[in-house]
């Protein structure tokens, strides 16, 4: 039984082709996978499915599933309210559960926190949770309808290991209980082991729609990229002798304590462990973003505590895992958040801003990540697909040679090609002497890149591994409270 | 679709209240044969010059996400400064010089204030607005006090046949458009307005960039002062009083959004005239001047109204009335 139709759907923004005459179907009981590259129109679709944008042509028929939800990729949730707050958010007033007892809501959102294997109550706000945990929120946010049919847009970007797996169980569940399921991710491996039927797009366009079982991992990518890819990680060179970064005794002066290690200049060193293990807190810690206590040196001299500025200025770059809070400029075109921290080498007298070196510096930033930005760089960041306002993040910091980099999630939500490029630009980065710090929930892409890797456990560093002995038996067993 | 019609098109979505400037001149020349005179242009210019300078001011304030309740305070308390009795022989370099500083001090102990302890501009310049106000009531006595006249100049001199004050006004206007557009600062401002964690976190000087917003708006509310003091040729005691409401309504009006990181200074300058132009025209209808008070407070909303549609048009969220 066909739940989902759509049919011909066509929308541009302002000249701009994000989809183009797309058809396809989700049945009752199935998952759909649906595929491409940053900017191909994925969230476009999920938008108009949802209701919240209007095609400029086609449409959408449910059958008789008319109750549809969707996940969205930028959690949207209110940072003040409760998490059983914010689940049962568009119920409060309908439904009989939450006009009456606020204890009736809470027991129906400790139901739904269950179901999505959520770590935390319903009496936390959402400002307190990490990035992971916020999606968790939205999946029940979106249970909590019973929905018929429901589309997920990358609901385990921001999620570890353990997390995905738990999202796939509940997607697979839904499935069986009949209800239809469209998934939006760039992670393949979940596209081959969820979807029955896959549906790539390219550019606005459909390129494919066939049964998963009739499509490889290499043609998937090829249909995705239009290319065939590059295959494994980049050559990593050895690292110098020359420490970059050294961290003694780092605590953020609330939860982490204690984690001591070094960096050598052109070493990637990993840092793995589970979602809210403290690794976004050394990092911040590092950066000046958050308290610290501890000593750290930056190419032998001491770095000041709590100091962005002198951080930067000592050579450290910070790429936020935050991209929409703390990462890029909305409502300003997207030239200003690519030039934000390069800005002073193209300024001139009186502060004056050469806007054609910037022009210039811009679009050598924009090349070195991918970034498909169809309407240009003069569009407004928030126009951008999610993974392209990911690669923002990271390529504003690419204007001068950074000493130190530290990457929080940096591939989060980004297609397979242009994780190849960022992988490729790691190395490189490594190779002409960069220190890189690489904080990922993706344990084959930590394993791949780093020299060494360091895992995080309650808070404290575990312990750490280099590459022959990284494996990810030992990563997972130093991230879970095991010992070597 | 011709290039013309989408350029006519582009330049409307970035100044959509020029036709609306347009068309209320238009309206009031017809409606009145006086109003459509030379003589009478150029009244509105000059009168429309302080708030220029002011709004200008203002919207670098605006633009970084803050507001600044004292526009008016601080203009009397320079208008207050400029007739104390300490100045009655100093030549006019020395008097401008002094208005100068004490508009850069004011908006420094507005911009020192806010940048450090993060309490809200709101509260700040609403205290501030008290005791500027109060310290330029002290100075005056709540007195009339007619300048001297070489301090007059400056309201009705005149360069080439453009009246001085139109002339101040017109240098800011330009100033204000190259640091906006032109320069690192101006780049700073619209950063941290549009996100400040953003700012915080690509290592902009959130706090300098504050402070100096503030203290600009401190300077070019002392130079306002100076414009509209020399023009009536007295300090009155309600001088600036309700003027910091009709400064930020010519910001928003001018599409400047009140949370910040968007705007722009011709758009200010545009509020500005709408602004004048409309009081102007309410004198002519000789209705009462609290009339002015209504327009204003109607305009204000309208524009707040109007922008909210525009930024949610932007931001696409044209939800049908079917979304589930
Ligand atoms: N509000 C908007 N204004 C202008 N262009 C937009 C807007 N929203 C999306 N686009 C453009 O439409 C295209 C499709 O965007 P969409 O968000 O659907 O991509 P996506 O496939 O979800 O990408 P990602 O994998 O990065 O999330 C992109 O080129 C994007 O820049
Ligand atoms: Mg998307």
């Given at each position: 039984?066909?739940?989902?139709?759509?049919?011909?759907?066509?929308?541009?923004?302002?000249?701009?082709?994000?989809?183009?005459?797309?058809?396809?179907?989700?049945?009752?009981?199935?998952?759909?996978?649906?595929?491409?590259?940053?900017?191909?129109?994925?969230?476009?679709?999920?938008?108009?499915?949802?209701?919240?944008?209007?095609?400029?042509?086609?449409?959408?028929?449910?059958?008789?599933?008319?109750?549809?939800?969707?996940?969205?990729?930028?959690?949207?949730?209110?940072?003040?309210?409760?998490?059983?707050?914010?689940?049962?958010?568009?119920?409060?007033?309908?439904?009989?559960?939450?006009?009456?007892?606020?204890?009736?809501?809470?027991?129906?959102?400790?139901?739904?926190?269950?179901?999505?294997?959520?770590?935390?109550?319903?009496?936390?706000?959402?400002?307190?949770?990490s990035?992971?945990?916020?999606?968790?929120?939205?999946?029940?946010?979106?249970?909590?309808?019973?929905?018929?049919?429901?589309?997920?847009?990358?609901?385990?970007?921001?999620?570890?290991?353990?997390?995905?797996?738990?999202?796939?169980?509940?997607?697979?569940?839904?499935?069986?209980?009949?209800?239809?399921?469209l998934?939006?991710?760039?992670?393949?491996?979940?596209?081959?082991?969820?979807?029955?039927?896959?549906?790539?797009?390219?550019?606005?366009?459909?390129?494919?729609?066939?049964?998963?079982?009739?499509?490889?991992?290499?043609?998937?990518?090829?249909?995705?990229?239009?290319?065939?890819?590059?295959?494994?990680?980049?050559?990593?060179?050895?690292?110098?002798?020359?420490?970059?970064?050294?961290?003694?005794?780092?605590?953020?002066?609330?939860?982490?304590?204690?984690?001591?290690?070094?960096?050598?200049?052109?070493?990637?060193?990993?840092?793995?462990?589970?979602?809210?293990?403290?690794?976004?807190?050394?990092?911040?810690?590092?950066?000046?973003?958050?308290?610290?206590?501890?000593?750290?040196?930056?190419?032998?001299?001491?770095?000041?505590?709590?100091?962005?500025?002198?951080?930067?200025?000592?050579?450290?770059?910070?790429?936020?895992?935050?991209?929409?809070?703390?990462?890029?400029?909305?409502?300003?075109?997207?030239?200003?958040?690519?030039?934000?921290?390069?800005?002073?080498?193209?300024?001139?007298?009186?502060?004056?801003?050469?806007?054609?070196?910037e022009?210039?510096?811009?679009?050598?930033?924009?090349?070195?990540?991918?970034?498909?930005?169809?309407?240009?760089?003069?569009?407004?960041?928030?126009?951008?697909?999610g993974?392209?306002?990911?690669?923002?993040?990271?390529?504003?910091?690419?204007?001068?040679?950074?000493?130190?980099?530290?990457?929080?999630?940096?591939?989060?939500?980004?297609?397979?090609?242009?994780?190849?490029?960022?992988?490729?630009?790691?190395?490189?980065?490594?190779?002409?002497?960069?220190?890189?710090?690489?904080?990922?929930?993706?344990?084959?892409?930590?394993?791949?890149?780093?020299?060494?890797?360091?895992?995080?456990?309650?808070?404290?560093?575990?312990?750490?591994?280099?590459?022959?002995?990284?494996?990810?038996?030992?990563?997972?067993?130093?991230?879970?409270?095991?010992?070597? | 679709?011709?290039?013309?019609?989408?350029?006519?098109?582009r330049?409307?979505?970035?100044?959509?209240?020029?036709?609306?400037?347009?068309?209320?001149?238009l309206?009031?020349?017809?409606?009145?044969?006086?109003?459509?005179?030379?003589?009478?242009?150029?009244?509105?210019?000059?009168?429309?010059?302080?708030l220029?300078?002011?709004?200008?001011?203002?919207?670098?304030?605006?633009?970084?996400?803050?507001?600044d309740?004292?526009?008016?305070?601080?203009?009397?308390l320079?208008?207050?400064?400029?007739?104390?009795?300490?100045?009655?022989?100093?030549?006019?370099?020395?008097?401008?010089?002094?208005?100068?500083?004490?508009?850069?001090?004011?908006g420094?102990v507005?911009?020192?204030?806010?940048?450090?302890?993060?309490?809200?501009?709101?509260?700040?310049?609403?205290a501030?607005?008290?005791?500027?106000?109060?310290?330029?009531?002290?100075?005056?006595?709540?007195?009339?006090i007619?300048?001297?006249?070489?301090?007059?100049?400056?309201?009705?001199?005149?360069?080439?046949?453009?009246?001085?004050?139109?002339?101040?006004?017109?240098?800011?206007?330009?100033?204000?458009?190259?640091?906006?557009?032109?320069?690192v600062?101006?780049?700073?401002?619209?950063?941290?307005?549009?996100?400040r964690?953003?700012?915080?976190?690509?290592?902009?000087?959130?706090?300098?960039?504050?402070?100096?917003?503030?203290?600009?708006?401190?300077?070019?509310?002392?130079?306002?002062?100076?414009?509209?003091?020399?023009?009536?040729?007295?300090?009155?005691?309600?001088?600036?009083?309700?003027?910091?409401?009709?400064?930020?309504?010519?910001?928003?009006?001018?599409?400047?959004?009140?949370?910040?990181?968007?705007?722009?200074?011709?758009?200010t300058?545009?509020?500005?005239?709408?602004?004048?132009?409309?009081?102007?025209?309410?004198?002519?209808?000789?209705?009462?001047?609290?009339?002015?008070?209504?327009?204003?407070?109607?305009?204000?909303?309208?524009?707040?109204?109007?922008?909210?549609?525009r930024?949610?048009?932007?931001?696409?969220?044209?939800?049908?009335?079917?979304?589930?």
């Open positions: 039984m066909t739940a989902i139709t759509v049919s011909g759907l066509s929308k541009s923004f302002g000249g701009v082709v994000a989809i183009d005459g797309v058809s396809f179907t989700v049945s009752s009981g199935e998952v759909v996978a649906l595929a491409g590259e940053n900017g191909a129109g994925k969230s476009t679709i999920k938008n108009i499915i949802g209701g919240i944008l209007r095609p400029d042509s086609g449409h959408v028929d449910f059958g008789d599933a008319a109750n549809v939800a969707t996940v969205h990729q930028e959690t949207s949730l209110f940072p003040d309210l409760t998490v059983a707050e914010n689940i049962l958010i568009g119920h409060l007033r309908s439904s009989r559960v939450g006009t009456v007892r606020p204890a009736a809501l809470r027991r129906t959102a400790s139901l739904l926190l269950r179901r999505v294997g959520a770590g935390f109550g319903p009496d936390a706000l959402v400002r307190e949770l990035a992971g945990q916020r999606q968790l929120v939205e999946i029940a946010k979106a249970l909590a309808t019973e929905p018929r049919a429901i589309v997920f847009d990358e609901p385990t970007a921001s999620l570890n290991l353990g997390e995905r797996e738990m999202i796939m169980r509940i997607v697979e569940q839904l499935r069986d209980d009949g209800v239809a399921v998934y939006i991710t760039h992670y393949l491996e979940e596209i081959f082991r969820l979807s029955q039927r896959i549906v790539v797009m390219r550019d606005g366009r459909l390129m494919a729609d066939r049964p998963a079982g009739e499509l490889d991992r290499f043609t998937l990518e090829a249909l995705m990229v239009g290319r065939e890819l590059a295959q494994g990680y980049p050559e990593t060179a050895t690292p110098r002798q020359k420490i970059a970064l050294s961290v003694r005794d780092l605590g953020d002066g609330a939860r982490v304590e204690g984690v001591s290690f070094d960096v050598a200049e052109g070493e990637i060193f990993g840092l793995a462990g589970l979602m809210g293990s403290g690794r976004t807190e050394v990092a911040r810690a590092i950066f000046g973003l958050a308290g610290r206590i501890g000593r750290i040196e930056v190419a032998g001299r001491p770095l000041r505590r709590g100091d962005v500025r002198a951080s930067i200025a000592a050579g450290i770059a910070f790429v936020t895992e935050d991209r929409r809070n703390e990462g890029l400029f909305l409502e300003r075109p997207i030239r200003e958040s690519l030039s934000i921290v390069g800005l002073g080498s193209v300024c001139r007298l009186f502060g004056r801003v050469d806007h054609a070196a022009r210039r510096l811009t679009k050598d930033l924009a090349t070195a990540v991918a970034l498909t930005a169809r309407s240009g760089l003069e569009a407004d960041g928030g126009s951008l697909s993974g392209n306002q990911q690669k923002i993040v990271l390529a504003k910091w690419l204007s001068g040679q950074p000493r130190l980099i530290i990457l929080d999630e940096p591939t989060r939500g980004i297609d397979v090609g242009a994780k190849a490029e960022i992988y490729r630009l790691l190395a490189d980065l490594a190779r002409a002497g960069t220190a890189v710090l690489l904080i990922s929930s993706e344990m084959e892409e930590v394993l791949g890149l780093a020299h060494r890797v360091g895992v995080m456990h309650d808070s404290r560093l575990a312990g750490i591994l280099d590459r022959r002995s990284a494996t990810q038996e030992a990563v997972i067993r130093l991230a879970t409270g095991g010992t070597r | 679709m011709s290039s013309t019609y989408q350029w006519c098109a330049a409307l979505r970035r100044q959509p209240l020029f036709p609306v400037w347009l068309v209320l001149v309206a009031l020349s017809g409606l009145y044969d006086e109003f459509g005179t030379g003589a009478n242009f150029r009244n509105i210019a000059i009168q429309a010059s302080p220029i300078i002011a709004a200008v001011g203002a919207t670098f304030v605006i633009m970084t996400g803050g507001i309740l004292s526009v008016g305070a601080m203009l009397f320079a208008a207050a400064i400029e007739s104390s009795r300490a100045f009655v022989s100093a030549p006019a370099g020395v008097v401008f010089a002094a208005i100068a500083v004490t508009g850069l001090l004011m420094l507005n911009g020192v204030a806010i940048a450090l302890t993060r309490v809200p501009a709101l509260i700040v310049t609403l501030s607005m008290q005791v500027f106000r109060g310290a330029g009531g002290h100075i005056t006595g709540q007195q009339n007619d300048l001297p006249a070489h301090l007059r100049g400056i309201g009705t001199g005149s360069l080439l046949g453009v009246p001085a004050p139109v002339l101040l006004a017109a240098v800011t206007t330009l100033g204000g458009v190259l640091v906006f557009g032109r320069t600062f101006g780049r700073y401002l619209q950063a941290i307005g549009s996100n964690a953003a700012a915080l976190n690509a290592g902009l000087p959130v706090r300098a960039v504050t402070i100096g917003a503030y203290a600009l708006a401190g300077v070019l509310a002392a130079l306002a002062s100076l414009t509209q003091t020399a023009r009536l040729g007295a300090v009155q005691p309600s001088i600036g009083d309700g003027y910091e409401l009709t400064v930020i309504t010519a910001v928003v009006l001018g599409g400047t959004s009140l949370f910040g990181g968007r705007g722009s200074i011709t758009g300058v545009l509020g500005a005239l709408v602004l004048t132009t409309a009081q102007t025209g309410l004198v002519f209808s000789g209705a009462s001047p609290y009339v002015f008070d209504i327009v204003r407070g109607g305009v204000l909303l309208v524009a707040v109204i109007a922008a909210g549609i930024w949610r048009t932007l931001a696409q969220a044209l939800r049908p009335a079917a979304a589930s």
